[in-house]
């Protein structure tokens, strides 16, 4: 499952987390997970993957102001690459090759917004759609009639974009509290996800909550850490481009991670030939990781078990710079091995669910409860604070000082 979700960046701003984040967002992680999206929707391909896009993002994707602003940096992405060809050849030659083809696939199929795009994805059953409420609050600290209002008004959006009313939502930070799943009942809602922990790690199986017909699937933290781990997940990798360190004159990226204590201008140059084979490495590596825990499940319920992972769909491109290729490797690979890979309503389908759950006060913030949030509700900073929230929970946090710190891949989820 990928989770796109951005705060309202329009008239914000340029940088560091204005404007500049959603086009950045937008050209290194929307345009190429969607063109993964596309090649397999263009095979035949059903039920890839589970898509959340928040209503709040949504709303950006489609507006005429960020689109102008969109096509703006894009072309001026092309012009950063001409500006560096002097003194880094070969940099140049990549960044212009990707701005270029990247500037073409937006003229072509984005100029008119996202919803057209992801429409056909839908259309297609090449992805179950996940909505979610209006302006992607944590819900468990609303007042429950602010809270249904905000969840019925941003299931409608999500149906006036694209024509559907999805069945399943991204619940805000996987934010729950008891009770909330008769509002989900209420609202047409009949499956969502929660954190790993809420259901003690028992996540082989869905599970009605309470009782409701509404489902709750939990992420499995085992699997999905091989990517998300703040220590030691595939982003961190020696060999993949470094996120934090800058050509300052041109805003590109010229090095490799090289190692987590390497200080930026210590960083081997990047090698773009040495992150395909560890792209290679790492899909192998959670293939096979993903084959030991079901056959495990299996050994354990003796039937068929269940994986569920989840990421922010930012981190594919933008936060990791061979997310996509490793995305797509996965999406190959798993059935190449003989395990289905499937959506949330394609699980349901094959059977995967388990006896009800009463669940717990939960989210996938630190700690797995609400602190981080009631924390945040009781600053005199907390707009200052939430609107950086989607940094300092990715990996390679944005608080990093840019070209004067070693990558650190750090996560609460």
């Known amino acids: 499952m990928l989770h796109s979700h951005l705060p309202w960046l329009a008239h914000h701003g340029a ?20 063109d993964v999206l596309q090649r ?27 689109l102008r602003g969109m096509h703006d940096w894009l072309g001026g992405w092309v012009q950063r690459a001409h500006l560096a060809s002097p003194r880094l050849p070969d940099l140049a030659a990549r960044e212009h090759r990707t701005a270029t083809a990247a500037l073409a696939d937006f003229e072509q199929q984005w100029q008119h917004g996202a919803s057209p795009v992801l429409r056909r994805l839908v259309d297609e059953r090449t992805v179950e759609l996940l909505g979610g409420p209006l302006a992607h609050p944590f819900q468990p600290l609303l007042h429950p009639a602010v809270r249904d209002f905000a969840l019925r008004e941003g299931l409608a959006d999500t149906a006036l974009r694209l024509g559907h009313r999805p069945a399943g939502i991204w619940a805000p930070e996987c934010g729950f509290a008891p009770g909330m799943e008769h509002g989900y009942a209420a609202a047409g809602v009949e499956r969502f996800v929660v954190d790993g922990p809420a259901l003690h790690g028992d996540t082989a199986a869905a599970r009605r909550v309470g009782d409701t017909d509404v489902v709750c699937f939990g992420r499995d933290l085992d699997v999905s850490y091989r990517v998300w781990s703040p220590r030691s997940g595939y982003p961190g990798g020696r060999d993949y481009r470094d996120f934090h360190t800058f050509d300052h004159p041109t805003g590109l990226k010229p090095a490799r991670v090289t190692g987590r ?4 201008e210590h960083k081997r140059p990047y090698d773009p030939d040495r992150a395909t084979a560890a792209t290679a490495r790492d899909v192998a590596d959670f293939v096979g990781v993903v084959r030991a825990r079901l056959d495990a499940l299996a050994r354990r319920h003796d039937r068929p078990g269940l994986v569920v992972v989840a990421y922010d769909t930012e981190l594919f491109g933008h936060w990791w710079h061979e997310g996509p290729a490793w995305l797509a490797g996965v999406l190959r690979e798993l059935p190449a091995a003989g395990i289905r890979v499937t959506t949330l309503r394609g699980a349901l389908d094959a059977g995967h669910l388990g006896s009800p759950v009463e669940l717990p006060a939960s989210s996938w913030g630190s700690g797995k409860d609400w602190h981080v949030w009631e924390t945040v509700r009781r600053s005199p900073t907390w707009l200052r604070t939430t609107r950086g929230c989607n940094s300092s929970c990715s990996p390679g946090s944005r608080r990093a000082p840019r070209a004067t710190r070693a990558p650190t891949r750090r996560s609460v989820r």
């Open 40 to 66: 397999f929707a263009a095979e035949g391909r059903r039920d890839v993957l589970t898509l959340g896009v928040t209503p709040v993002l949504a709303a950006q994707l489609d507006d005429p102001h960020c």
């Open 15 to 34: 940088w560091p987390v204005g404007e500049e984040w959603l086009y950045q967002a937008w050209a290194q992680s929307y345009l190429p997970v969607v």
């Open 261 to 264: 204590d390497v200080a930026p």
